[in-house]
Structures are given as C-alpha cells and as structure tokens.
C-alpha cells in the first residue's frame, strides 16, 4: 500500500506494490491449501486482490483490473453471508463495494457517469451491510466513517450533471463525520476525507452558480491538501489530490470570468502531473489530466490577447489528448477529451472538427447513447463542419440526457450550456431557411 495504492497515501510505485500484492497472494496459497474454509485467510487473500485491482486499475488501461476486484467483492459477499457479525468482513466488504463504485465510475482521471445506475447499486449495497453493523455496534468508528465515504462517493456521481442532490450527499457525509469520536474525528485520514468532501461540495456549489461559497470550501480543503502535500513531498496521492483541488477550482474561477486565477490553478495542477508523469511514465491519469488542464490553460490565454503562449499551451495538451484517443484501451474520457477540445480550443488553427466527430461517435458507441458528453462534443463537431440539421439533433439527444432542475433550483452549468447551444442552432437554422 505504502509503495503504490492510489487510494491511500503511496510514493506512487504502482510496479513495486503489484510485485508486493503478487508476494502476499503466494505467501497465502499455502495456508489456504491447509485450511480452505478459513475465513481469515480467505478475507486477506480477497482484500488484497482488491488493492491489487485498484491499483492496477489506476492509470492503465480502461477496465484492467476491473474483472479481478469483482470477483474479489464476490468473495466477500460470501464471506459476510457467512458470518455476519464479523465487522471486519463487513468493513473488507464495504471497502471493496466503494472501490468496484469508484473504479467503475472512472476514466482517464476524472468521473463518467455512463454506468450511474451500476455504481449507485454498489453504494446501496455498501450503505445496507455497514448500516446492519451499526445497528450491532454502535458508534463504531470504522463503520461511520465507511458511511462517510459511501456518501462523499455518491455525491461525486451527481457532482455535474444534479448538482443539489451532489450537495445533499456531501451534507450527509459532513453528518457523518460529525458522529466520529474527537481521537478518530482528528486523525490525517478523516481531515483528508473532510477536505475532499469540501472540495466536491465546492464544485457542486459551482455547477449551480454559488460561486462565492463554492471558492470559500474549495480554498479551505486546498489548504488542508497542501499541508499534507508539504508534510511528505514523495506522497504521489497527496500529490494527485492537491492538483484535482487547484483543477476544480480552476474550472469554477473560469465560470466566474476571474481569468488569471483560474490560469494559476491550472498551471499549478498540470506542474504536479508532469512531476508525477516523470515518476510514473506509463500512468495515463496523468497524462490526461495534464492535457486537458493544458488546453484549458489555451483558451484563457487566447482570450487574454496572448496568442503565442495560447498555441504552445494548447498544442501540447491536444497533441496528449488525441494520442491518448487513438490508442488502444482508450478510456471514455480520452475519447471525450479528445472529442471536446478539437473543437472547443479558442486557437482556431488546431481545431479538427472532423476528427472531433469520429471520436465522439466512438464515445456514444461505448455509451449505447446514454452519455450527453458524447451528443455535446459531436453537436459542436457537426456545426463547425456545417451541417446544422445534424448539430441540432445531437444538441436535443444531450439535453435530453441532462435532468432539468427541481422548480426554484439552479439549473447546472451543462444543461445551461445546452440549452444555450440548442437556441444557438435553432436560430441559425431559421435564419438560414
């Protein structure tokens, strides 16, 4: 764990920790091959296939890893159907379920929500048996701060697409917290945890245009962040975490227009992931998430009247994008990153609107259509190519796929976008005709 597991502080040796899951696995075979029915070595023998999935997972190839850490839940399953009382089981088992959620629910660095359904079926499932642990052992600090991390992980889910239920999770998250004895509530993991939470309930905040208390929870979990980042430069998850704190803050100063800070943001994020890429070459995570801050970094350069620093900037981060789109295995967020910022980069000359599409349609392929990210990237494609018709329809599938907001709620930033897309295009259309 300490070499490489990207869920828990690592210096970020995902090939060293595999060699160190692959050892504990055969220091097990014998103890298991003596007693197959023993519960704790058929627990470690699955924890440690979960670890060892996750962090396979991270940064490979899309869904490597994936079929090992499902078989590992359904061993625990098992394992928890036979003794139910075992809060150990049941913390392995809900830690697995919030991994398989996670891990289904990520792509290249950032979350898809393609498999919603699936991933909310596996934070059900975690919520029901540490809830009938509680009931057996109350205040058990393991087992609510495991609810805390059910909750912070659902919010992610609606993070973007409904941002007030994304604030419903966190809120409920922070309630569990609060429930932690003072010697747990303080340790480095809950102040982490804490930290995270206000960090996703700012970005929410900022998909429903709360600006102001989006900034204020998003600059109070940075600081936290940065203190354990400074603490342990060589802690590569620490690392991962400040940088998604300075992106998302970045994202939310650029819907607030506050250009030169949304630029430091993400300046100081894609510094981090070089740094990290250096370390971890073959991590894609990585190499994604600095392209994309990259290209971000050239349409508020363009937009500030620095042309030659917004080329260079966006070059390379489209040049990351689409090598990373065209590989085999390519991830749902390569393919949209590649999808959107062919299109959506301010410096027209590196704009590919053709090659844009081709991605996006492989993106709404994978999707079977469900995901508006797809009909969002492939409606700017086809209206940059000149064809309205087509642009228009694929505006009306992606809003179609984005919830409208309960009455008296904000509409999200996404469907705000959409919506203005799709006026855009009726009216070029009419005028047209």
Not at 52 to 72: I, N
Not at 92 to 99: D, M
Not at 188 to 199: Q, T
Not at 277 to 294: H, I, Q
Request: aromatic share 4%; with cysteine; glycine share 8%.
């Amino acid at each position: 764990d300490a070499l490489g597991n990207p869920n828990q502080a690592s210096l970020g040796d995902r090939k060293r920790a595999l060699e160190m899951y692959d050892k504990a696995l055969r220091s097990l075979e014998p103890v298991l091959a003596a007693d197959p029915e023993s519960r704790l070595a058929r627990r470690l023998h699955a924890q440690i296939r979960v670890q060892r999935a996750g962090t396979r997972d991270f940064g490979g190839k899309s869904g490597e890893g994936l079929e090992t850490l499902t078989r590992a839940v359904a061993d625990l399953r098992r394992l928890a159907r036979e003794d139910a009382g075992d809060v150990k089981t049941t913390l392995a088992l809900a830690a697995g379920l919030q991994l398989l959620g996670k891990r289904v629910s990520a792509g290249g660095g950032v979350t898809e929500i393609n498999r919603s359904d699936e991933v909310k079926e596996h934070y059900r499932e975690a919520e029901t048996v540490l809830r009938t642990a509680l009931r057996a052992h109350p205040a058990d600090p393991d087992l609510i701060l495991h609810l805390a991390q059910i909750e912070y992980g659902r919010a992610i889910v609606f993070g973007s697409s409904e941002p007030d239920r994304a604030i419903q999770h966190h809120e409920a998250a922070v309630k569990w917290l609060a429930q932690l004895p003072v010697t747990s509530a303080e340790t480095l993991e809950v102040r982490r945890l804490r930290a995270n939470i206000l960090l996703n309930l700012g970005w929410a905040q900022g998909q429903a245009h709360l600006y102001r208390a989006a900034i204020s929870n998003m600059t109070l979990a940075a600081k936290v962040l940065e203190n354990w980042a400074e603490m342990d430069p060589r802690n590569t998850t620490a690392q991962y975490q400040l940088s998604s704190a300075y992106r998302g803050r970045g994202i939310v100063h650029g819907y607030n227009h506050d250009r030169k800070e949304a630029i430091a943001d993400f300046l100081a994020a894609a510094a981090i992931h070089k740094q990290l890429s250096a370390k971890d070459p073959a991590n894609k995570v990585y190499r994604y998430l600095r392209g994309e801050l990259l290209a971000r970094v050239g349409n508020l350069l363009q937009e500030s009247g620095k042309p030659t620093e917004a080329r260079s900037a966006a070059a390379e981060g489209i040049q990351i994008l689409t090598g990373l789109a065209a590989a085999s295995g390519a991830s749902l967020s390569h393919l949209f990153g590649a999808c959107r910022w062919l299109t959506e980069t301010s410096v027209t000359s590196l704009r590919n609107p053709s090659a844009a599409s081709a991605f996006c349609q492989q993106a709404i392929t994978r999707t079977k259509g469900e995901d508006p990210d797809g009909w969002q990237g492939l409606s700017l494609a086809r209206e940059q190519l000149g064809d309205l018709a087509a642009a228009t329809e694929a505006a009306k599938r992606a809003l179609a796929l984005l919830p409208p907001s309960a009455p008296g709620k904000p509409v999200s930033v996404q469907r705000q976008e959409m919506e203005h897309t799709l006026a855009r295009l009726q009216s070029r259309s009419a005028a047209k005709e």
